[in-house]
């Protein structure tokens, strides 16, 4: 009996002993990554063109006036040049900065000034519809701009890629949205975003005439930090002689705006669908359209079409365009009659009926 007890006991004893254990994790965190745009710039110039240069002696030189370093952009200029003659020309190197997480980048720009000044009798001979005051200048169709990816050195070098945007300053207006990277397309190659964390640079060559690509073996000149424009050279020539006097006394005023978004769980993110600041979007009602029938909508007054489309993207259309000069309808479509300068989208239909709102997306005059 006495034995069987001790057994009895030692057995409750045991089970009421759980094996168990315990593990403590402290302090559990979330933080968030950022995209924090911030663009520096470094500019090159002809002293003469840069405002207020003390004794210009023609010498291309390093621009304080339009350089700065790593900011949120308020009120600085990546173009600001005055006294401006045929084969005239400036670098710059701009580095953006999109914080700690890859991200998808746009740009775009707009021209908000374009005007004649005055009209010189040389000016008058070479552009006949020189108006003072009022009249559309020339110089926006004169200076010439090439963009590139650069290593940052502001030196255009064999190996680097062939810039991926270059015109006038008209035809980059006209541009639209900019894609610098988006799941559609990236200057970097295939569909990569711009990387976080480090540092990327855009060269911008600019020549008031002609520009020819004339790219710096890499290994020439020095190979430190202090390696420039100035001791290597730009990797471009500006020509001049095709240049007359149409754009004299002329001038232009412009905005360039760049945008990014994550592009981390964003895969479909296209700049198609980003408007920069100046732009608005104006959308008609719902349009009942017939077989092959045609609707629009127009942009407000003081404003130009600048993009447009329609919704649902699952209607099917002929045609989708700008309703502006230079389009072969313009100004008279079988729906609507646009009275220059006014302009729009405009939608042609498919041999179905459906239901389509049409839009337009505007920017300032």
Not at 125 to 134: H, K, V
Request: glycine share 10%.
């Amino acid at each position: 009996m006495f034995t069987i007890g001790v057994v009895a006991i030692v057995a409750i004893a045991v089970s009421n002993a759980f094996f168990s254990d315990s593990e403590t994790s402290l302090g559990n965190t979330f933080v968030a990554g950022d995209i924090d745009l911030q663009i520096d710039n470094e500019s090159y110039a002809i002293d003469w063109n840069i405002p207020g240069y003390p004794q210009p002696t023609g010498a291309f030189v390093a621009s304080t006036h339009t350089s700065w370093e790593l900011r949120d952009l308020t009120v600085e200029k990546f173009f600001d040049f005055v006294d401006l003659k045929p084969g005239d020309y400036g670098e710059d190197t701009i580095s953006v900065h999109v914080g700690s997480n890859d991200a998808w980048m746009c740009a775009a720009a707009q021209i908000t000034e374009d005007q004649d000044n005055s009209c010189t009798d040389p000016e008058n001979a070479d552009d006949p519809t020189c108006q003072d005051p009022g009249g559309d200048g020339e110089l926006d169709e004169e200076v010439n701009f090439a963009f590139w990816v650069d290593d940052g050195d502001n030196v255009f070098e064999i190996g680097e890629p062939t810039p991926f945007l270059s015109g006038p300053i008209s035809g980059i207006d006209e541009q639209g949205q900019i894609t610098l990277a988006d799941s559609q397309s990236s200057i970097l190659g295939a569909t990569n975003p711009i990387p976080g964390g480090t540092t990327f640079y855009i060269g911008k060559y600019w020549c008031f005439g002609d520009v020819n690509q004339t790219p710096v073996d890499p290994a020439s000149g020095p190979q430190d930090e202090t390696r420039s424009p100035l001791n290597a050279g730009t990797g471009f020539s500006c020509s001049g002689a095709s240049v007359d006097n149409a754009a004299q006394t002329d001038s232009v005023v412009g905005d360039l705006e760049f945008y990014a978004e994550q592009s981390r769980n964003n895969p479909d993110f296209s700049c198609d669908t980003w408007l920069p600041e100046w732009v608005v979007r104006v959308e008609s009602p719902e349009l009942a359209f017939g077989p092959n029938g045609w609707g629009g909508w127009s942009c407000p007054v003081d404003t130009h079409v600048v993009g447009g489309g329609y919704e649902p993207g699952t209607a099917t259309v002929q045609f989708s365009g700008p309703a502006k000069a230079g389009e072969p309808l313009y100004p008279v479509y079988p729906h609507y009659t646009y009275i220059p300068p006014e302009t729009g989208w405009v939608v042609q239909n498919d041999n179905d009926g459906e239901s389509i709102t049409v839009f337009a997306l505007c920017a300032p005059n």
